[in-house]
């Protein structure tokens, strides 16, 4: 046996809101053009999601206005002004003036005096806008999201140092390295014994006369380290006309091609599996996988081209030549493929915390 339910289910405007009388002639006025080109009653007030006995009960009256009183407006367990105000006064004393209303209410309960109930006494400080952090604890500041996007090499730059082991125990060396995030090709690096912004200011002033990079055209990024804010790094950026950038505290994601980077040196086979014995030997060890990096290594981010042939514009005749071998072997045997062959597009930008 089937029951079937009396009430009318998914009604437009929602099961028992209050219509005002313009929108129920108005309905009414829908469904009875409906009928008049043929549509059942029933089935018009189906569509709408309106029993067709409240049609009916609203073509019997005169007035169409709601004539429901709704709920009751007196709450008997309601807090009265005086009460109100006796909290108010309450938690603005000097002894509870730094308490949360979750530490209020067990000290007076303590003290066999009962005012209200923890949520009661938010909802008051909410309602006099006092329901802000109590104490010298300052609020969290929304820090802002850094979006950059290159389309070029030697538009933006990303900078981060490491830590390399050395001999002695708890004692490093500190790599300083500099990638272009559009070409991920290692613009400069550094180790030193010491983490100093005078060294990076250095090592930055080389890279942009290497690189011949112009006033106002280079975004350097960083997270938020000492050396990287430090003074004299600071003043020779602006000296040079770059651009600073850096990542919210706390949010390596913000950096993440620094942070790749540095996964590829020290996870790649050739990166020693004992300490350096010095300073040259850490240098030394470092050009040869910057040539390696830079000249050899197939970087996944650009469809498997090497930084420098990205840096220097020549991955677009390379991805177009791979791109025909692979259509050409298609042509050949086209049985070995299901689908589309490997995607060999263009990369045309890199963003670090791009848009959704």
Not at 124 to 138: C, D, H, Q, S
Not at 173 to 185: G, T
Not at 272 to 294: D, V
Not at 319 to 326: H, T
């Amino acid at each position: 046996m089937t029951f079937t339910s009396k009430k009318s289910p998914g009604f437009i405007y929602g099961r028992g809101v209050k219509l005002n009388s313009n929108i129920k002639q108005e309905i009414s006025g829908l469904i009875e053009e409906a009928h008049q080109h043929g549509a059942r009653l029933s089935q018009a007030c189906k569509v709408i999601g309106l029993s067709l006995r409240t049609l009916q009960r609203w073509k019997k009256r005169q007035d169409l206005s709601d004539r429901r009183k709704g709920a009751a407006k007196s709450v008997a367990n309601k807090i009265t002004t005086l009460e109100q105000e006796a909290i108010i006064n309450l938690v603005n004393t000097a002894e509870f003036s730094s308490l949360p209303p979750s530490q209020i209410v067990p000290i007076l309960a303590d003290r066999n005096q009962y005012l209200c109930s923890e949520s009661s006494m938010y909802r008051i400080l909410r309602a006099f806008k006092m329901n802000t952090r109590r104490g010298k604890a300052r609020a969290p500041r929304t820090r802002i999201c850094p979006r950059l996007t290159a389309t070029q090499p030697n538009q933006v730059y990303s900078w981060d140092i490491t830590f390399l082991p050395t001999l002695v125990k708890g004692e490093f060396f500190y790599l300083y390295l500099f990638v272009d995030i559009y070409s991920r090709f290692i613009v400069g690096w550094t180790i030193q014994d010491r983490q100093d912004n005078r060294l990076a200011a250095i090592e930055l002033k080389y890279i942009c006369e290497r690189n011949k990079v112009t006033p106002d055209s280079l975004i350097l990024h960083s997270d938020n380290g000492k050396p990287m804010k430090g003074a004299n790094l600071l003043a020779t950026m602006k000296q040079l006309g770059v651009v600073k950038s850096f990542s919210r505290p706390a949010t390596s994601n913000d950096n993440p091609f620094s942070e790749a980077l540095f996964k590829t040196v020290k996870y790649c086979p050739a990166f020693p599996k004992k300490p350096f014995e010095c300073l040259s030997h850490a240098r030394s060890w470092l050009e040869a996988f910057t040539q390696w990096y830079n000249f050899t290594h197939h970087h996944s981010g650009i469809k498997f081209v090497t930084p420098f042939q990205r840096h220097h514009g020549l991955d677009k005749e390379i991805l177009k030549k791979r791109d025909q071998v692979y259509q050409k072997a298609k042509e050949l045997n086209p049985l070995r493929w299901s689908g589309k062959i490997k995607n060999f597009d263009y990369i045309n930008s890199v963003s670090i915390n791009p848009l959704p």
